[in-house]
């Protein structure tokens, strides 16, 4: 088994910025890529970032140039660095772990992030 914990939410104002972190632990082999999503209030679930064990990276439009992915070397540590934030960043901000030959995704719980003045 694979648990994600995801933590460093918050409440910040628009213009701000905040690092969000995702540790895994357990049976992390072959990880196959990383990755960021968030869910809106009201909304369904939409991807924000992610890259792959040799280090490709992906981004939505909507973050690009303001929001960077990064992980430790082990990738069981990965970062989201949100930067210039905005209200429209709402969400609840979940990482994803794909694992293994057959490809299984594990998921954090998520943490909150509220941009607002």
């Known amino acids: 088994q694979v648990q994600l914990v995801e933590s460093g939410g918050g409440l910040v104002q628009p213009g701000g910025s905040l690092r969000l972190s995702c540790a895994a632990s357990?049976?992390?082999?072959?990880?196959?890529?990383m990755g960021w999503y968030r869910q809106a209030p009201g909304k369904q679930r939409e991807f924000v970032a992610t890259?792959?064990?040799?280090?490709?990276?992906n981004y939505a439009d909507s973050v690009k140039g303001r929001f960077t992915i990064s992980g430790d070397s082990a990738k069981t540590t990965i970062y989201l660095q949100m930067n210039s934030l905005e209200p429209e960043d709402t969400a609840v901000y979940y990482c994803?772990?794909?694992?293994?030959?057959?490809?299984?995704?594990?998921w954090g719980q998520g943490t909150p992030v509220t941009v607002s003045s």
């Open positions: 890259f792959t064990w040799g280090g490709s990276t």
């Open positions: 994803r772990y794909n694992i293994g030959s057959l490809g299984r995704d594990y």
């Open positions: 357990g049976s992390i082999f072959s990880i196959n890529g």
